[in-house]
């Protein structure tokens, strides 16, 4: 079984600040990872994912993660915030296959809300 | 990209009744339906995985007979919450799955029992 932990519940940061979003796995077989972000009473969209090669993966909205396997961490990252990155932050992670899509489910971590204060 | 849409976005039923939710694949075959709940301000928590034309099989502590999930077709499948009860009101999310697709989320379910 997989597990997502992200260590931080809350993260305010001042605009055109950078942040970072903590992300850590456990999992005994290879893994793919996602990060998800959710506004108000909507679904999740995808930011970014990773599922094999470059350890450094950039999504959308100017957002990229670093997949480390020896520290087990996936964590989020954005050089300078806006106010319209305000929303929840998901971690999740799935064991691989050969596709990149999967009948296997996903883990979600707690989430992150991160606040970008003018 | 891949779409999935998920109607309805809000619902209000009386205490007692069942309510539908329909969560459609628009471009893409989803082998694999999955259903969230969300809790307020907390994560999603997996409900059931279906697949098409199988029975879904539900997470522990999740009761079948109170959450039917139908996956009759790869485009369309179906969360029916029988004889719905306040404490049924939640956020309801699905995700479809499918090769070299990944996993995309339909756009929620408020549902409000009163």
């Known amino acids: 079984a997989q597990s997502v932990t992200q260590l931080d519940s809350q993260v305010p940061v001042f605009e055109e600040a950078p942040v970072e979003l903590r992300c850590n796995y456990s999992?005994?077989?290879?893994?793919?990872l996602f990060w998800y972000v959710q506004y108000p009473n909507q679904g999740l969209q995808l930011l970014l994912k990773?599922?094999?090669?470059?350890?450094l993966v950039k999504g959308i909205n100017g957002f990229e993660a670093e997949f480390n396997k020896s520290q087990t961490s996936f964590h989020l990252r954005k050089p300078s915030v806006h106010i319209s990155d305000t929303a929840e932050y998901f971690c999740?992670?799935?064991?691989?296959?050969?596709?990149?899509?999967?009948?296997?489910?996903?883990?979600f971590g707690k989430g992150t809300l991160l606040t970008v204060n003018p | 990209g891949a779409v999935v849409s998920q109607h309805p976005s809000r619902v209000i039923c009386k205490s007692g009744t069942s309510v539908k939710i329909e969560c459609r694949s628009l471009?893409?075959?989803?082998?694999?339906m999955f259903w969230y709940r969300q809790f307020p301000k907390q994560s999603l928590m997996l409900m059931a995985t279906?697949?098409?034309?199988?029975?879904?099989?539900?997470e522990q502590g999740v009761e079948k007979d109170k959450f039917l999930i139908n996956h009759a077709s790869l485009t369309l499948s179906t969360l029916t919450v029988t004889s719905a009860h306040p404490e049924d009101s939640s956020f309801y999310i699905c995700?479809?799955?499918?090769?070299?697709?990944?996993?995309?989320f339909g756009s929620g379910t408020r549902l409000t029992v009163v």
């Open positions: 999992s005994s077989v290879s893994v793919y």
């Open positions: 990773y599922l094999s090669g470059s350890t």
């Open positions: 999740a992670v799935t064991r691989s296959v050969n596709s990149g899509g999967s009948n296997y489910k996903l883990t």
């Open positions: 995700s479809a799955s499918a090769l070299l697709r990944g996993y995309t």
């Open positions: 279906s697949n098409e034309g199988s029975k879904a099989t539900y």
């Open positions: 471009d893409f075959q989803a082998t694999t």
